[in-house]
């Protein structure tokens, strides 16, 4: 599975954290999720985390999604 990548995260004013995308915004995070997730980014991989964090990571069920009958063209 290919790891993800493109990710960047800014701290702003206020505990506000931007996560971003290949330059596009992915989600902000305040207050305590803000706060569990620089602590996370900080005690692992980056990448995964924000992936995480923002929904944007691969689920191992893309080929038997492709694969089924009613997505077949």
Same mark, same amino acid.
């Given at each position: 599975?290919?790891?993800?990548?493109?990710?960047?995260?800014?701290? $702003?004013?206020?505990?506000?954290?931007?996560?971003?995308? $290949?330059?596009?915004?992915?989600?902000?995070?305040?207050?305590?999720?803000?706060?569990?997730f620089l602590?996370?980014?900080?005690?692992?991989?980056?990448?995964?985390?924000?992936?995480?964090?923002?929904?944007?990571?691969?689920?191992?069920?893309?080929?038997?999604?492709?694969? $089924?009958?009613?997505?077949?063209?």
């Open positions: 599975m290919p790891r993800p990548h493109g990710f960047t995260y800014e701290q $702003h004013a206020g505990g506000t954290v931007r996560i971003s995308h $290949h330059g596009r915004p992915a989600t902000t995070l305040n207050g305590p999720r803000a706060d569990r602590a996370e980014v900080e005690s692992s991989d980056p990448q995964l985390v924000m992936a995480r964090w923002t929904g944007n990571y691969k689920r191992g069920n893309e080929r038997t999604a492709r694969d $089924h009958p009613r997505n077949r063209r």
